[in-house]
């Protein structure tokens, strides 16, 4: 049986070893960048310089935003925030959501590559509970993940790690990140897109409104709409062992 030889081997840990050190040094360092307040005292350049090189601005804060993400730096928050308040609800939610995704694919790839393969071997190879997890996450990857996505239960880069730990297809992953942030991308986008009112009263936004039960209700309800599909099968199985 052939085995990998130790270079390929450690070769396939530099990605993530990359993310796990940017992660550290830009909690350490950036913590004070990447923040509401840093967006509030430089809001005047930052329109200016928009207005001055719109394209480039829009580049800069999309490539910004999926390094936030895939490095799981602090301030995807701020970031959403900023997407609304220079581009508007429209395109900064589209910036924001395939920023977001861009960076969660990332992410995902590099645990993937350095751990997840290897752990999902394992698990694979055993047949514990984790296997009969992994085994019912795999048979409904999309209506699992994405009613995950839509509920604001995890942490957005734990939700990026976890389906890579497992053996999660690309396909589902990407797909469930894509549509299950994208109401609360909304949402935030059109917060900070009102943010000039916000900055005018020298006031904070509500990023508390998503756990708000007018937005809050229908998310849950998406969130078990999703999972319709994985209900339906498993009635149907029921049927036919009958």
Do not use: C
């Amino acid at each position: 049986m052939h085995r990998p030889s130790p270079f390929r081997s450690w070769r396939r840990h530099v990605p993530l070893a990359v993310v796990a050190l940017v992660a550290i040094l830009g909690a350490v360092l950036l913590r004070d960048y990447l923040s509401f307040d840093a967006l509030r005292d430089n809001r005047a350049a930052l329109i200016a310089f928009r207005d001055s090189h719109y394209a480039l601005t829009a580049a800069a804060f999309v490539l910004a935003y999926i390094a936030i993400v895939a490095f799981s730096l602090p301030g995807a928050t701020a970031a959403t925030l900023t997407g609304g308040f220079l581009f508007g609800l429209f395109p900064g939610a589209l910036f924001n959501i395939v920023a977001a995704t861009s960076g969660a694919l990332l992410i995902f790839l590099a645990v993937r590559a350095g751990l997840g393969q290897a752990l999902a071997a394992r698990i694979d190879a055993g047949d514990g509970r984790m296997k009969r997890l992994k085994d019912a996450i795999r048979e409904n990857e999309f209506p699992v993940l994405l009613s995950l996505r839509l509920m604001p239960v995890l942490p957005f880069f734990v939700m990026n790690i976890l389906p890579a730990l497992i053996g999660v297809r690309l396909s589902a992953f990407a797909a469930s990140t894509f549509f299950g942030i994208m109401p609360g991308g909304v949402i935030y986008t059109w917060v900070g897109a009102g943010l000039g009112e916000v900055f005018a009263r020298n006031e904070t936004p509500n990023l508390a409104i998503i756990f708000d039960w007018h937005i809050l209700g229908p998310l849950l309800g998406l969130a078990a709409l999703s999972l319709l599909p994985m209900v339906v099968k498993r009635l149907r199985k029921k049927d036919i062992a009958a």
